[in-house]
């Protein structure tokens, strides 16, 4: 049940690191109660026409049709994407949703206004990343029934699409090789194996995991500005790391049920380690440089939705509310938001960066 690939893990492994690693605390964590009820969802519908306008003709007005095989040059002056970092400078995340049944991307932007824009059909993946490095992300999808991304530039306003994967393979698109550049990659569930288009250093196959348990969530955990392999082991809350500086790590944080939420919740430029737990809401945040925390910050149908909102450098704790499309952010800079209408059931939330 351990992974098996070679090196500094399995040594680790050997050693009994998993097990020499803190189980979660048993404490009462904080609690925080969440904000804004139906009636909150109401108010912030009239006073936010942005936020109502996705369910209104506006919508209709305003999306693009473009199907991703079709020349998309028609998009280029619209292309924003979650994360991106705003003209002004504020590095605020947006708020994103892909509508799966239409192919549509919903963008509400940190800095105002909003855009709906086609981009992908029915049973794409959303993947958007920094693929050409420009500074901006691109909008992508990962299509399963034939491996192929789809891929708009946003540099030069063109399509790349690219055959990487099966139908089964997990999308895990990062900056494997350091270089600024999203890569394209996929995780093969079964097999543990890493299939990696590195945009500098070229394809490689690392086998890291295994079985259909392993969720992979690769980041850059040692802060070297490049992502490392990882996956959360559900069955025993274990998180493997291969990281490309400081090495292999395995660490138990979490239990069978938690949702891996990774982020850089305390600014320190490395990735830390952090669960979800449906059942209460409660967030475990195992902060690299600031230690251990624990938040309540949602409930069992909510989505969670980490992302660096407020823009202080710092992951903020936040879910999206499935039922009725509410967000709600609890930014690390201290303050509160009212929750913010976006989206709808069907919608897949866009994590922000
Ligand atoms: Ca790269
Ligand atoms: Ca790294
Ligand atoms: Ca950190
Ligand atoms: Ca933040």
């Not at 904000?35 to 999306?63: C, H």
């Not at 979650?82 to 940190?110: H, I, K, M």
């Not at 855009?115 to 909008?139: N, Q």
């Not at 097999?191 to 945009?199: M, R």
Request: glycine share 14%; hydrophobic share 35%; proline share 8%.
């Amino acid at each position: 049940m351990t992974p098996t690939a070679p090196g500094a893990l399995a040594a680790l492994l050997a050693a009994g690191g998993a097990a020499a690693q803190p189980a979660l605390p048993a404490s009462e964590p904080q609690r925080v109660e969440i904000k804004g009820e139906a009636a909150n969802d109401a108010e912030q519908r009239r006073r936010d026409p942005v936020a109502k306008s996705i369910y209104g003709r506006e919508e209709l007005d305003r999306v693009h049709h473009d199907e991703p095989e079709r020349e998309p040059e028609s998009l280029a002056s619209d292309v924003h994407c979650p994360g991106e970092r705003q003209a002004d400078g504020d590095g605020r995340a947006d708020t994103a949703v892909f509508r799966e049944s239409t192919g549509t991307w919903y963008l509400l932007y940190a800095a105002g206004g909003w855009s709906g824009i086609g981009w992908g059909t029915v049973g794409d993946r959303p993947v958007p990343g920094d693929y050409d490095g420009d500074g901006r992300i691109d909008l992508a999808v990962f299509r399963p029934s034939t491996g192929v991304w789809f891929i708009f530039r946003s540099a030069t306003a063109t399509l790349q699409t690219v055959q990487w994967g099966a139908t089964f393979d997990r999308p895990v698109p990062a900056d494997y090789d350091g270089d600024g550049r999203t890569d394209i990659a996929v995780y093969r569930p079964g097999s543990g194996v890493w299939y990696i288009l590195a945009s500098s250093a070229g394809f490689r196959a690392p086998q890291w995991g295994n079985g259909t348990d392993d969720r992979p969530v690769p980041a850059d955990y040692d802060g070297d500005g490049r992502a490392d392999l990882a996956v959360y082991r559900p069955s025993t809350g274990t998180w493997y790391l291969a990281q490309s500086t400081a090495g292999g790590l395995a660490l138990n944080w979490g239990n069978s049920t938690d949702t891996p939420v990774p982020g850089d919740y305390d600014g320190d430029g490395r990735t830390d380690l952090a669960v979800y737990r449906p059942s209460s809401g409660v967030w475990y945040i195992l902060a690299s440089s600031a230690g251990f925390r624990a938040t309540q910050w949602g409930n069992s149908a909510d989505t969670p939705v980490p992302g660096d909102y407020d823009g202080d450098g710092r992951t903020d704790v936040a879910i999206f509310r499935p039922s009725d499309g509410s967000w709600y952010i609890a930014p690390s800079g201290g303050g509160t938001t009212p929750p913010v209408t976006w989206g709808n059931s069907a919608d897949t939330p866009i994590l922000g960066r």
